[in-house]
């Protein structure tokens, strides 16, 4: 089955780093996971050009998109726009785990 | 809150069609929800050019892709490339939610 595939199967973790996959992708978008473990964080920085856009499926965080800084939890859509600056951290006790589109991808 | 939405604030009906509605669009990407009450499909279709994806949060429906037909239900992913035949019917007894993100945006 090359279109179906169960997010759960993509969930992982990194003790360095928060783990990321790509479930999806062509030229014109990826689609993928970013998981981050308690305390993980992606720090602040931009995609030129791409937009990112979250959907949060487990977990609770706080992300920083531009000059707005909001708790999330599941069931959210975060936005990250082109070229504007953002962040999130993990600041629960579980696993964040979010299906992530951006587009164009990033290759 | 520009960047920050819930999901649940954007699932719909419609009796005459399936729901669909916008949360975030740019020339590169457009984000939205896809809602079908049982009985309601998306027919076979094409989208020239532009990739779409889905992700099942609620309900349960037979898509196919191409030659590939599967059952699905909350958690999984579906990728419908650019050019590739596909369609969609609701085949249970709830309504089914699904994220979707198209790139580029259809606008």
């Known amino acids: 089955?090359?279109?179906?595939t169960d997010y759960r199967d993509h969930v992982g973790?990194?003790?360095t780093r928060f783990f990321k996959t790509?479930?999806?992708q062509?030229?014109?978008?990826?689609?993928g996971m970013d998981c981050l473990e308690p305390g993980q964080s992606?720090?602040?920085h931009v995609h030129t050009g791409r937009d990112k856009c979250y959907f949060v499926i487990e977990g609770t965080g706080t992300f920083t998109i531009g000059e707005e800084t909001c708790k999330v939890s599941e069931d959210m859509v975060v936005?990250?726009?082109a070229d504007v600056i953002h962040s999130v951290v993990n600041t629960g006790s579980q696993r964040l785990v979010?299906?992530?589109g951006m587009?164009?991808?990033p290759g």
């Open 1 to 4: 089955m090359r279109y179906f």
């Open 13 to 15: 973790s990194s003790p």
């Open 22 to 24: 790509t479930l999806f």
């Open 26 to 31: 062509s030229p014109r978008i990826l689609v």
């Open 42 to 44: 992606q720090e602040a």
């Open 79 to 81: 936005w990250a726009p």
């Open 98 to 100: 979010m299906l992530i």
């Open 103 to 105: 587009a164009p991808e």
